[in-house]
């Protein structure tokens, strides 16, 4: 489904973020993408989609070029690949329901989703994607009025209106607390076993990604230092993908 090759990121004007990194992730993976902060864990998700630009290397989702790729080509690649922020990044006075189908964008024509005018079956999706994070009775709340574990929920559903291939969650339990954070794992990790989505999910917190992941990749320096499943990891590999602790 992906394929990475010699993925490089340079930060002006010479902070290497990713630093050669190859990786084959195959249809229904859970990956968790672990390191300290600043190893490359949100670059690598960033650079899959193009939010950020990559200075070198290849990356391609189902035979597709996403580097190099035009503009109407990154759209419709990006169609196929869902993303979920560390802060939700909802419109906050919009309302749940408007936040969801925020999701369907990429599907229908600009000029009448610029005035809220999507096609009953985008409606239809986009109550069915709230009904699966428990949250359908606030579809007309604003998003504002939500907490914090409410709003990720939301922009889970939004990424799933997206009908896409792959999700990408960048830190999503960041800020969360412990019991709002296996929560959201819980719903990541249904939608993964029932609908067989792909899931790249970059995490801070070992214990969860042990607990929630089928594949674990760990970064240190912007390099693969590990790349297994989570019961091949050991004090050792701890230790090497950490440098002496975990953060």
């Known amino acids: 489904m992906i394929r990475i090759r010699g993925l490089r990121k340079i930060f002006p004007p010479n902070t290497v973020a990713l630093d050669g990194v190859d990786l084959d992730v195959s249809p229904g993976e859970f990956v968790m993408v672990i390191g300290q902060s600043g190893a490359g864990k949100s670059t690598l998700l960033r650079c899959l989609n193009r939010l950020i630009e990559p200075t070198a290397g290849e990356i391609v989702l189902n035979g597709s070029r996403v580097t190099g790729a035009t503009s109407e080509g990154l759209r419709a690649l990006r169609r196929q690949m869902g993303m979920i922020f560390q802060q939700f990044n909802l419109v906050k006075r919009a309302s749940v329901m408007e ?12 000029m009448p989703s610029l005035f809220g005018r999507f096609p009953h079956r985008d409606r239809e999706l986009a109550v069915a994607c709230l009904r699966l994070v428990d949250l359908e009775e606030f579809a007309e709340r604003r998003a504002d009025r939500l907490s914090g574990g409410e709003q990720q929920r939301v922009a889970i ?20 607390d412990p019991r709002l954070r296996e929560s959201i794992m819980g719903i990541l990790q249904r939608i993964n076993r029932e609908r067989g989505l792909t899931l790249i999910v970059s995490q801070h917190m070992l214990e969860t990604a042990l607990s929630y992941g089928t594949r674990i990749v760990g970064l240190r320096q912007g390099r693969v230092a590990f790349d297994g499943p989570p019961s091949a990891i050991t004090p050792d590999v701890v230790q090497a993908i950490y440098e002496g602790g975990v953060s």
């Open 99 to 110: 936040n969801v189908l925020a999701g369907r964008l990429g599907h229908v024509p600009g």
């Open 157 to 176: 559903a939004r990424a799933l209106a997206q009908e896409p291939k792959v999700i990408l969650a960048d830190e999503p339990t960041a800020s969360l």
